[in-house]
């Protein structure tokens, strides 16, 4: 069995320049990493604004190539501290076709794995259709330095499908990127279910899968289109462990940087006791790569 090693998420307010969030992070990551961290995690679309608030063509222009400045960046970083970091970023694989997506660096710098958002929203002021064509290279565990992790982003984690195909293939905690947040004419009715439900379903993913699961959000009032009310990301990052328990929780208003061991001992018991993977009946499961079952 491989070795412990602990994972963190950092939550930050993401709201200036791509050059300013850049240097923002890889500061954050420092302390992360001097804290003990060994594996570093993102909120998603780390270099600007959630410009996904409108469909603009003008903000193709903030996304990079493969190989561009965030991944040469954070991969000196990487290899300079001998961690792990998930860089979530807006990827132009061609003219005409982007996606959201998520370098995993090893510890050496080199590239471990990408990872493409698979599910892709087209909410109010989440207009993520216009902007992003769905993943294409599948649900992953990804080999790492430091252990095999999966790697999925924001609207994915509603999606039980993803989790535990990262989780057959291996993985050992699923990161979530995340921007999400309320708007803010709805916050005070619908606002406490809308944040419990979204670490509700994250929870039973890591229940469900016997898995570490760690959600690295925003947090801040982004209102950069005139007259409308932005989005107030709700922060509230958290790493859970494999029942589901809370092991590090932030706040919803501060930036903050969340840590918890990944106990591979712990998670091997937690499977052999309720081995949920064992009881699955796989041979019934068919219909669910059908649309609807009308």
Not at 14 to 27: F, P, S, W, Y
Not at 152 to 163: F, R, T, V
Not at 173 to 198: C, D, M, R, S
């Amino acid at each position: 069995m491989s070795k412990n090693y602990k994972v963190a998420v950092i939550q930050l307010n993401l709201n200036n320049t791509a050059d300013e969030n850049r240097k923002k992070c890889m500061e954050w990551i420092k302390k992360a990493a001097h804290q003990g961290a060994e594996v570093i995690c993102l909120p998603e679309l780390y270099s600007s604004h959630y410009f996904c608030q409108s469909e603009d063509v003008e903000n193709f222009s903030i996304a990079e190539p493969l190989g561009d400045v965030s991944f040469t960046a954070f991969s000196a970083l990487a290899k300079d501290l001998g961690v792990v970091i998930i860089v979530p970023f807006f990827e132009k694989r061609m003219s005409g076709i982007y996606h959201n997506s998520a370098y995993i660096i090893d510890t050496d710098g080199s590239q471990a794995g990408l990872y493409r958002k698979m599910h892709i929203p087209d909410d109010p002021h989440f207009y993520e259709k216009f902007y992003f064509t769905p993943g294409d290279l599948g649900f992953q565990s990804i080999g790492t330095k430091k252990g095999n992790i999966g790697t999925l982003i924001c609207w994915d984690q509603w999606y039980p499908e993803a989790a535990r195909l990262t989780a057959l293939k291996g993985a050992e905690v699923l990161f979530y990127p995340t921007a999400i947040g309320w708007h803010p004419a709805e916050k005070a009715q619908y606002g406490e279910n809308q944040y419990g439900a979204w670490m509700n379903v994250m929870k039973g993913h890591a229940v469900a899968n016997g898995i570490f699961v760690a959600a690295a959000n925003r947090i801040g009032l982004e209102k950069y289109i005139p007259d409308t009310d932005g989005i107030e990301f709700w922060g509230k990052s958290f790493i859970c462990g494999p029942q589901g328990e809370i092991l590090a929780l932030a706040s919803h208003d501060k930036e903050e940087i969340l840590m918890a061991e990944v106990d591979l001992a712990l998670q091997e018991n937690v499977r052999q006791n309720w081995p949920f993977f064992r009881d699955r009946r796989i041979d019934a499961f068919g219909e669910l790569t059908k649309r609807a079952l009308d």
